[in-house]
Every structure is written in C-alpha cells, then in structure tokens.
C-alpha cells in the first residue's frame, strides 16, 4: 500500500485529515516564503484568526518544523526536509481527481488548482499568477499577438509581469474588446494590456472604443484608421488571458438599460465574459456591442487562458464553462475548485 492509498483510507475515518493536513502544509510553506515572519504578518497573508493562528504556529514548533526568535518564525532544517519529503510523495497534484472530472465535465482543454484562497492568501494569488505565466511563455512564438480582457484579477496579473514574461520573444499585447463605458478605475482592458507591455517590455496596441455601444456608431468608428489598425491587430490574437465576472457587476459597470437588466434577471443569467452574459446552463443570453472580439471569435482562438479564484465565483465560472469553451486552460484556487467539483457532481 503507498501512501496516497494509507492516506485515503485515514481520511475516510478522519473527513478533516486532508483540511487539516493542507492548512498546516499551506501555513509553513508561507513561513518559508516569508521568513523571519511575526504573527501579525502572517494574519494578513493566510486568513486566520490570530487565535487560529497562534495554535497553529505552536502545533509547528513543538512538532520541530519552524524555529521562534525575536526577528520572527523561520523554517528548520527539519522543517525543510519535511518540504521536500512531502512534495516528493504527492503535495505536487492533490487535485489530480478533481482536475479530470472538471476538464471532462466541460469538455476544456486543461485545468489546474492551486492550493489556499486567491482572495484571502497572498502566496495562493502569487502561485496562481506565475503557473499562468509558466504556461504561457511554454506555448509563445517567435511573434506573437497577446489579447488580455479588464477586471481586477486581471489588473493583479499585471502587476505582476516583468522581463521574463515573453523573454526573446517579440509579443504585441492588446485588449481584446473596447473599454467600459465608466470612469478609468485601473480596471480597464486598455489599461491591463499597457501595463502589461511596459512590465515586460513588450509593443502594445490600444483600441479607444467604447464598450455597448449602438450599430451606428460602431459602424462609424470603424471607418476610423486608428481603430481598423487596432482591430486587425486583434485578429491576429493567439492567446488570451482573462477571468470571468459575475454578470450583474458587469451589467452595472457597462450601464446596460434597465430593460437589458431585468432580461438578464429573467433569464438568470449568472456570468460574464468577452461582452457575453450567460444563464446557469451556459447559454448566451446576451451579447453587449463594441468593437473587437466577442464569444464568437474568441471561441476560434487556439490558446485561452482563464484565471478566476474565490468560493463566491463558484456559480459565475460554473455557468461560463458550461459554454463549453473547449480551447480553454482553467487556473483556479482551491475553494473554487471545491464548490465547481460539488456542483458539478450534484448534477
């Protein structure tokens, strides 16, 4: 018997072995990131109570596996031996039976969870952001057209690029769509895209469109220079990078009409991506205007990469993948993960 097998007969006597197992793993490898590290730091960064905290840490050190001094908690020797054992026997996929039955289920080229909360662990947020980078920079050509979409998980991905992204490469980094019809918030496709080059010092192409707007005036726009340059450039994408929102934010944010509104509410729609919002069962309930990409053409694109974290965005990813977009790779953390498995087999 190996000890996946031994753990998974445990775990059937004791259903929080694996919780608990994962949050002191999870809790040390944040030690050793950020090691000398105080309690009050590692509030912040793991989402516990300073009480839940504080046992924790205790449980670590008389177990051997991390040191107290007055610059902080670090990792032992012991503690390091016991990282690379633990990583060697499985910690490397945890979620390989989840991850089938996700990609499976919705027909999607790939999936991968990274352990913790995206909203609530700085090290979940950092570990989901540079898997994607990892991922991306393994398919990227010699050139390359890039198409990034706005949001604030988009903009913490940005933030978060620099020189090795596309090294050697020669990439043009665009929006995919035209921007909110709302104020500049940092949010904005346009924005994600410049930051996004700068940081790595690649070309950028902007689209100044705005989003939901009438037949007409997308017909005149297009007759812009500017703007048929920006989309031909679009054309080209072979990659993008999104996340996925839930609908009536992004109904809020484009300031749909109220009519608009209430046919999302009676259709219950429940996410958005691309300009599309859509109902529990994946349908295409309705498709904002602008210039650029929609679902359709996305749909056509070789390579898309999805990242989205948090349990409260279980039902709005869970409605985008039953789209069946089949060209997509999933990065998700672990609560979101949880709830699209239970979902998934409810169902």
């Known amino acids: 018997m190996d000890i996946l097998q031994l753990l998974h007969i445990q775990s059937r006597l004791i259903?929080?072995?694996f919780e608990k197992f994962n949050k002191r793993y999870e809790l040390?490898?944040?030690?050793?990131?950020?090691?000398?590290?105080?309690?009050?730091?590692?509030?912040?960064?793991v989402g516990m109570t300073e009480r839940q905290l504080r046992t924790e840490c205790d449980v670590l050190f008389k177990l051997g596996l991390i040191s107290k001094n007055t610059t902080g908690m670090t990792v032992t020797s012991e503690g390091e031996s016991f990282l690379a054992d633990v990583k060697g026997l499985f910690v490397e996929d945890p979620f390989l039976s989840a991850r089938k039955i996700i990609r499976e289920h919705f027909g999607i080229k790939e999936v991968y969870v990274i352990r913790g909360d995206f909203t609530k662990s700085e090290v979940t947020r950092e570990d989901m952001v540079r898997l994607l980078f990892d991922k991306v920079n393994g398919i990227l050509t010699k050139?390359?057209?890039?198409?990034?979409?706005?949001g604030s998980t988009m903009q913490y991905v940005a933030s978060k690029v620099d020189k090795t992204f596309g090294?050697?490469?020669?990439?043009?980094?665009?929006?995919?769509?035209?921007?909110l019809t709302i104020s500049n918030t940092g949010y904005q496709s346009n924005d994600i895209a410049t930051q996004m080059a700068v940081n790595s010092n690649h070309n950028y192409q902007l689209l100044h469109a705005p989003d939901n707007i009438g037949s007409r005036t997308m017909d005149e726009l297009m007759k812009e220079p500017i703007v048929k340059q920006a989309v031909d450039i679009i054309n080209q994408t072979s990659i993008i990078i999104h996340s996925v929102g839930d609908a009536f934010e992004m109904a809020s944010r484009r300031r749909l009409s109220l009519d608009i509104v209430q046919k999302l509410k009676d259709n219950n729609v429940q996410s958005e991506a691309f300009g599309s919002y859509f109902d529990s069962k994946g349908n295409n309930v309705y498709q904002s205007k602008t210039i650029g990409m929609n679902y359709e053409d996305v749909s056509k694109v070789t390579n898309i990469f999805t990242i989205?974290?948090?349990?409260?965005?279980?039902?709005a990813v869970y409605s985008y993948l039953n789209s069946k977009?089949?060209?997509?790779?999933?990065?998700?953390?672990?609560?979101?993960c949880k709830k699209i498995l239970k979902t998934v087999i409810t169902h």
């Open 15 to 17: 259903p929080d072995l």
């Open 28 to 45: 040390l490898v944040t030690i050793k990131v950020h090691q000398p590290v105080g309690r009050k730091s590692l509030i912040d960064i």
């Open 325 to 336: 977009p089949k060209n997509t790779t999933l990065i998700i953390d672990e609560p979101l």
């Open 143 to 150: 050139e390359c057209v890039i198409g990034v979409s706005g």
């Open 308 to 315: 989205v974290g948090g349990g409260t965005k279980a039902n």
């Open 167 to 179: 090294y050697d490469k020669n990439l043009m980094i665009t929006p995919i769509r035209g921007a």
